[in-house]
């Protein structure tokens, strides 16, 4: 089960997430998402869980509390949508007269 980890401070790293999130089940993955011109954190980040027992038993614990100075919030994961944003634009035609 994948889920959602915001409130991050610029301080926590992959490691960190993983390691917070293991008290309650094995872990498959932990990323912090990070801007892709600046390699800085963008204040959020998801961790795979398993078993979706122990991820719900994580999101519960976890939200709200403090990591590395922030009280982070824990959700479920929602797929991302296909909104197209920052993509090409379509169309545009010739020259009008």
């Known amino acids: 089960m994948n889920i959602y ?3 991050l ?3 926590v790293q ?3 997430l993983k390691q917070a999130f293991e008290a309650f089940g094995k872990v498959e993955s932990a ?8 390699g800085e954190s963008k ?4 961790v795979d869980m398993f078993s979706k027992d122990e991820a719900q038993a994580a999101m519960e614990a976890m939200n709200g509390k403090e990591l590395k100075g922030q009280n982070i919030i824990v959700n479920e994961a ?3 949508s296909n909104n197209n944003r920052g993509g090409r634009r379509q169309g545009g035609g010739g020259r009008r007269y």
Do not use: A, L, Q, W
Not at 43 to 46: A, K, S, V
């Open 14 to 16: 992959e490691e960190d």
């Open 43 to 46: 204040g959020f980040g998801f």
């Open 78 to 80: 929602r797929p991302r």
């Open 9 to 11: 401070s610029h301080d």
């Open 5 to 7: 980890v915001g409130n």
């Open 31 to 38: 990323s912090v998402i990070k801007d892709r011109y600046t």
